[in-house]
C-alpha cells in the first residue's frame, strides 16, 4: 500500500482536481484505489457523486464506534473506492486532540486496508493536528503549487516545517494552473525547479479541469483526448515512476 496526500498551506491550488484525477488514473492503470476525502467541504466526494452514509461519520471512526472499512463506499468506477466527507470532519482536530492528541492515529487506522495498493488523501488546507497526522501516515505528500511570488512563501514556509520534522523526503511538489505566457508563472517555476523537490511535467491552467465541476467526474472519464487529460496523465506517470522506483 502507497499512501499519498494532496497537501497545500494554502486553498484553492488543485489539491483537490489533482487527488481526484491521479485516483482515477492510478486505478485506470489497474492498482486498487482508495481515496479518503478528508476535507470536509467534501469537494472530492462531489466530484465521484458520493455522499457518505447516514448512519456513519469520521467522528464515530476516530471514537472507535465505527470501523474506517464500513465507511468506505464504492464510485461508479472499476477499482476506486471513496471514504467521503462528512460534516463533522470540521471537527476532526478537535477529535483528534481529545483521542491522546496523537500524530499517529491516522496511520493506525490505515493499517486495516492493506489490499489498497493506492490510498489518495484530499487534504483541507493549514497547519494542523490532522495535517501531522496526515503527514506522518503519508508515503508522500503531494503539494500543488501555483508558480506565484506568493505561493514561493507558502512554498518555504511547508518546506521549513517538513525539514524541521525530519519529513523532508516525503514532499514532492507539481505546479498547477500554468500560464505560460506570463512571465511571473515561468520566472517563478525556473527558480523553484532548481530545488529538485518538483515533478517536471506540470498542470496548465484550462477550462476542461474546470469543468469537473459540471461533469461531476474526472477528467479522464469525459475527456479523454483532450490536452487537460495528457497532461495529468504524463504528471501521473512521473509521479508513480517516482514513487514507487
Ligand atoms: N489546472 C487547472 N486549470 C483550471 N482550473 C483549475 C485547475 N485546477 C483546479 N482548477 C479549479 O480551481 C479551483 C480550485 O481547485 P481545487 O482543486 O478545488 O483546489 P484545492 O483543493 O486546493 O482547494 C476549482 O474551481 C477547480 O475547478
Ligand atoms: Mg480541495
New binding site residues.
Given amino acids: 500500500m502507497f499512501i499519498a496526500s494532496l497537501y ?1 498551506l494554502k ?8 487527488c481526484v484525477n491521479f485516483a482515477y488514473m492510478a486505478a485506470k492503470d489497474g492498482y486498487k484505489v482508495l481515496l479518503w476525502d478528508l ?1 470536509p467541504q467534501g ?1 472530492a466526494s462531489y466530484y465521484y457523486n458520493v455522499q457518505p452514509g447516514v448512519k456513519w461519520s469520521i467522528k464515530k471512526i476516530i471514537g472507535n464506534e465505527l470501523s474506517l472499512e464500513e465507511a468506505i463506499m464504492n464510485t461508479s468506477y472499476e477499482n476506486i473506492d471513496i471514504i467521503p466527507a462528512d460534516i463533522s470532519a470540521r471537527k476532526l482536530d478537535m477529535l483528534l486532540e481529545e483521542n491522546n492528541g496523537s500524530k499517529k492515529y491516522l496511520k493506525h487506522l490505515l493499517k486495516k486496508l492493506e489490499h489498497y495498493d493506492f490510498v489518495f488523501i ?1 487534504c483541507s ?1 493549514g497547519f494542523s493536528l490532522l495535517a501531522d497526522n496526515v503527514f506522518y501516515a503519508s508515503d508522500a505528500v503531494l503539494m ?1 503549487v501555483i508558480p506565484t511570488t506568493l505561493s514561493v512563501r507558502t512554498y518555504e514556509i511547508v518546506k521549513s516545517y517538513f525539514e524541521e520534522k525530519g519529513m523532508l523526503d516525503k514532499m514532492m511538489c507539481f505546479f ?2 500554468v500560464d505560460v505566457r506570463k512571465n511571473m508563472h515561468n520566472d517563478v517555476m525556473q527558480e523553484l525547479f532548481k530545488d529538485k523537490r518538483f515533478f517536471e511535467y506540470y ?5 476542461d ?2 469543468k ?2 459540471i461533469h461531476h467526474a474526472p477528467v479522464e472519464s469525459f475527456a479523454p483526448n483532450s490536452y487537460a487529460t495528457t497532461c495529468y496523465r504524463a504528471l501521473w506517470r512521473e509521479i508513480k515512476e517516482g514513487v514507487l522506483e
Avoid: F, Q, R, Y
Avoid at 11 to 18: I, N, Q
Avoid at 203 to 207: A, D, F, M, Y
Fill in positions: 497545500n486553498g484553492g491550488v488543485g489539491k483537490t482536481a489533482s476535507d469537494a484530499d488546507p500543488p498547477t494552473m498542470i496548465p491552467n484550462l477550462s479541469i474546470e469537473m465541476g
